[in-house]
């Protein structure tokens, strides 16, 4: 198996998951006593969190950055970055390393096409969900149409995302209004939901679901294992 690296902790909630799934998988697929041959750098969320906020992007590039050069120093031989909304960053890491980045864009956009889904809603931060970055590589390179909520609804859902779901609080009155935007989101003709924050399938893990769901982090987690099973430099489908 070839090594993975993981840039994590953003949050650590959804790291847990990343990190369940990525074994899961190659116990699943090879058996026995097999897990995942892993590298893990956990960054201190609050400080990436701090950086998001006051817009210093290009510190939190170099940051996550350095930390993908450690991991390749290590021996991963390409890193998975868990988390949608720090893919703002991608091509400063992508400058500062030699082993290939494993794109969240990428592995969404393939179960897009799977589904045969092109007016995807994209739920996320409010950074994930307002800013191009995430939703110019779908449009671009996978030929959908993304839709985002309503501006009150991308408030609200961002505000859930980093008061409860990144500090482990999963509410019925959160998961009911997040239930909403998606019902919200089919009336205005969505034929699937993006879960681009890596929380956010924790919250509607079960339930009623009122649009087909593309839940970023566990299908981040089949690139994962395409990388970790397949031939170096290859990902397997």
């Avoid at 990436?48 to 996550?64: M, N, P, T, V």
């Amino acid at each position: 198996m070839n090594t993975l690296g993981v840039i994590a902790g953003m949050s650590w909630e959804s790291t847990a998951l990343y990190y369940r799934l990525l074994n899961e998988g190659v116990r699943d697929r090879l058996g026995g006593l097999h897990s995942a041959p892993l590298l893990l750098h956990s960054t201190d969320f609050a400080a990436i969190a701090a950086l998001q906020r006051s817009g210093d992007w290009a510190e939190a590039g170099r940051q996550l950055a350095s930390a993908a050069e450690g991991l390749a120093r290590a021996g991963a031989t390409a890193v998975l970055l868990a988390t949608n909304t720090m893919h703002k960053v991608v091509p400063v890491i992508e400058a500062a390393t030699t082993i290939p980045l494993l794109h969240i864009g990428d592995a969404i956009g393939r179960a897009l096409q799977a589904g045969g889904y092109r007016r995807p809603l994209l739920l996320g931060t409010a950074f994930t969900m307002r800013e191009p970055f995430l939703r110019d590589y779908l449009g671009e390179r996978y030929a959908v149409e993304v839709m985002v909520p309503s501006e009150a609804a991308q408030v609200e859902i961002d505000r859930a995302i980093f008061a409860e779901l990144c500090q482990g609080r999963f509410t019925e009155q959160t998961r009911a209004f997040y239930r909403q935007v998606l019902v919200e989101g089919r009336e205005a003709g969505a034929d699937a939901a993006i879960l681009g924050c890596t929380e956010i399938g924790l919250l509607l893990a079960t339930g009623e679901r009122p649009l087909p769901l593309i839940d970023s982090a566990v299908e981040h987690v089949q690139l994962g294992l395409g990388w970790l099973l397949g031939a170096p430099g290859q990902v397997a489908g």
